[in-house]
């Protein structure tokens, strides 16, 4: 069986994780969730390497929301970066679900985004595991997780 | 039969990946392709990995269409050096074919350049794979994919 | 009987270890700590790896006190990309425990500052390594080591 | 019979890898050179490593002229990254041989700029391959590539 | 007997790895010291990993004085990175010893830096390498090398 890890952080002002284990169990089944909570999002890529190597996952979600001060991009940044390095090491998808805090106009846009982003991003962890040619038919569309998808250019 | 990846995602705004298999297959036979798209740009050095150690191929295009705010800026740069990572660690090239948001003036502009630059990059993968010697004859010359050449530089 | 590798430096200008140790030794035992001292953030990296695989310690703390000039946050930014890097290579967590110059009032918030991060992360510390359920019923909930918690997003 | 890998690109607007290999054939003799042609910067790490493992180079030179943009900048900071990367993994060195296209004031002097840096820098390669007792000489005399030396501090 | 690195380049304006020397032969004795001169700050990390793998040394001193424009500082920080990659891959200390040319007011600041700094970090390097109790008495000091200790903070 399958196994999904879920790394999430309690620096998050929302429970992202929930979201995306609710969106995953509610659009297939057949998988087993791994779900591991850190403080924040730098202690995201080691978390997301134990559940690949630890835990047997064969993909994992990273779900965070960095601050909105420069500091805070930064250490995105470094998440960011250290997210990319695991997943070459391991050969596996790490679907990193980033929600800023400076992204929603308030705190309730930004309620609604960390929920949305991480259902969104939940379906294409299913699709990256289960289905990957549903990926293919979709390229070039102009896909967008939480606001709405900017679509295909217009000639 | 040698092998091309090509990694794409569906957060771009144009097919980049059917542009450059046009190319590819107008311009050369005796190879196969293996394509695989990815949500974004961050997914594509895994998406590469694979591509290189799971599928076998001998090179890969990373195709990608960066949005213009200082964040996806960011993206686009965690997904470069992820691809240069992967190269390095697998002895094999990986053409980074990117379309910022803002290097267009208008829709068409940019539907335009993403269909050219993927096509003259398809060239370029296929010179480094069966040609390396068409390359050595136009060093220096400052060449540009997509715009026009920059040319090479006059005493 | 499980390590914990404390890595600090003489740049900082208050005694983050003393405050992380003296807090991991009131929450918890059975515990051993190896304190390693360094001179400043950018060889924390490496003080982290001889603790992991000199020393065995089976987590890490990371304490330091960037200046405030543009090359401090660059020097921070370094050093934390070399902490993730470890952490990714040994399979382990490193609680990065920085507190930048410009994030105090004053000398005295400042002080402050250090001495209560150092300790709400030493308790991070113990719930990774003795009871990470504890952290997982805390995800979401907008956390903050030092200042007070940022709380939940409200809907 | 030691061999040197000379990596260049089709994107420089002068032929840096000539002035490079004219360079070294004047000044030393008892050498082999291996010359590996890519379109941009970011394909040099690569490059290099391939001249490396698959050529057996003992050292390399990658010469390249990024462009004037911000995106030329980070370019160039990527393939920089991976040049180094290259260097530590392989324990070699590669003269990195980089002139931005906004270092001359006008097409001329960056023409005689990307001669001459190439080969100042091709004098360093042979110097570090040969002779190194040569740098040390050198050592904090403020030496520059390309433009006149800056020379060393007066107390 | 232990063996200490020094590597230094041609870029800087001042004789650092000089400096450096005379002041670990003045405070220790029962050591070797191995010189290596590169051109300029980005060769300093193979140098160092060569300095560590086919020289054995024990621990290193990176020496340099990166200039004082922006593509510099990019320098600096690419190679900073590098060095704390080598330490990484190593489990061996470099001490990462730059001036940069814009912390002085003049040139006979620089000068008087230049050489005070890379005598601090020469005691530092003898004590990561003899005396590693020294350094943890000094733990949270803020001492700063070069320039006058910023002290601890003031409650």
Redesign the interface.
Same mark, same amino acid.
């Given at each position: 069986m399958k196994k999904i890890g879920i790394a999430?952080?309690? &620096?998050?002002? &929302?429970?992202?994780?929930?979201s995306a284990i609710d969106e995953l169990k509610s659009n297939h089944t057949g998988f087993k969730i791994i779900?591991?909570?850190?403080?924040g999002v730098?202690?995201l890529?080691?978390a997301c390497?134990?559940l690949f190597?630890?835990q047997n996952c064969d993909i994992a979600m990273a779900l965070g929301m960095p601050?909105s001060k420069p500091?805070d991009?930064?250490?995105a940044?470094?998440?960011?970066?250290?997210?990319?390095?695991?997943?070459?090491?391991c050969?596996?998808?790490?679907?990193?679900v980033f929600v800023?805090e400076d992204e929603g106009k308030d705190?309730?846009e930004?309620?609604w985004l960390?929920d949305q982003r991480s259902r969104e991003?939940a379906i294409?962890c299913l699709d990256?595991l289960f289905n990957?040619e549903n990926?293919?038919r979709?390229?070039?569309?102009?896909?967008?997780?939480g606001f709405e998808d900017?679509?295909?250019?217009?000639?």
């Open positions: 999430d952080t309690t &620096f998050a002002r &929302f429970d992202m994780g929930k779900r591991y909570t850190v403080p730098k202690d890529p080691v390497k134990k190597e630890e601050g500091i991009k930064q250490c940044h470094e998440a960011s970066t250290g997210i990319i390095q695991v997943q070459i090491l050969n596996k998808h790490i679907l990193e800023h705190e309730k930004l309620f960390a991003h294409n990256l990957p990926l293919t979709e390229a070039g569309k102009g896909l967008r997780e900017a679509g295909p250019l217009r000639m």
